[in-house]
């Protein structure tokens, strides 16, 4: 039975490997974009528009401005789209964006509606998502310090969702070593991130 640790670093673990190979494919698209590949390019601005969207509603809450948020961040793309260094994260690179059209949105609604934002609950959007970056970066960089054979069966198992019977055969290893270098990667992962956050 999975502990609350194990169940932490496993959907960490998850929701790493999901960013780090969508901001992969973001890039690939990317570069072709700016090569001059329009299909690339229509294919980034619409998986991008994807995920700003729902990103958008959780930070602001309302869906009137999300479209317009959205939209906004596209075009502001579109004009640095050969400002993007293909050294850096993609994802860093859109967000960046996200927030200075974001406080511009709402530098202009308050200016519209004569409303005051509250700048320090913009701070704490900020501070949140950063945390969250924090320790996906931190959950990476224990997984990839791992012995090999032990961060391949944790991708395997945890990340690829294949049985602990599978990833023993893929590996060259008999279930029972599997499960014997699961539990240490485990150990090692729990042991790591409980020394990081004291």
Known sequence: METNTQMKVRISADKWTVRAE?????SK??????EGDKGAYQNLLREVAGFLNPYFLRKIGSAFDVDDLTQEVLIGMHHALQTYDRTRSFTNWM??????????HFRRLQRRLEITVD???LAQFEAK???EDSIS??????????????????ELVKLNGFSMRKAADMLGMT?????????RAYRTLRERLQESEE
């Open 22 to 26: 969508r901001d992969e494919r973001w």
């Open 29 to 34: 698209l990317m570069i072709q974009a700016q």
């Open 95 to 104: 967000l960046a964006i996200a927030r200075y059209k974001s406080v511009d």
């Open 129 to 131: 998502e950063t945390a």
């Open 137 to 154: 970066d931190q959950l990476g960089e224990v997984v990839a310090a791992l012995p090999e054979k032990q961060r391949r069966l944790i």
């Open 175 to 183: 279930e029972g070593a599997a499960k014997v270098a699961a539990h």
């Open 119 to 121: 700048t320090e609950e």
